[in-house]
């Protein structure tokens, strides 16, 4: 049983050090990506931007939206893992009403 501790201890370093690596912080990196979004708005204002400037914000939009995504898909996950969890507690209020 030792052997399958120590087995599941390491595999949680592992999993921790793959999701920092593949995921990193997602709330630290849209918001890092929608204040580059606001600077280069604000450069777009100000005629600043160039060319490049154009390509760099859909980037950035298409970058927005993959974290979204999976920022979505996360909470969901902890939403469902709460409902098996905890069940659902106003059941007997909806079945009542209808």
Do not use: P
Not at 38 to 44: M, P, S, T, V, W
Not at 66 to 76: G, M, N, P, T
Not at 83 to 92: A, L, P, Q, R, T
């Amino acid at each position: 049983m030792s052997i399958l501790k120590d087995k599941l201890k390491l595999l949680k370093a592992d999993l921790k050090v793959w999701n920092r690596s593949i995921f990193g912080c997602l709330e630290t990196n849209k918001k890092r990506i929608v204040l580059e979004i606001k600077e280069l708005d604000g450069n777009d204002d100000n005629d600043v931007l160039e060319g490049n400037g154009n390509m760099r914000r859909m980037e950035l939009f298409s970058q927005l939206g993959l974290v979204d995504k999976k920022l979505d898909s996360i909470y969901k996950q902890k939403a469902r893992v709460n409902w098996f969890k905890y069940g659902d507690i106003n059941s007997k209020f909806f079945h009542s009403a209808i």
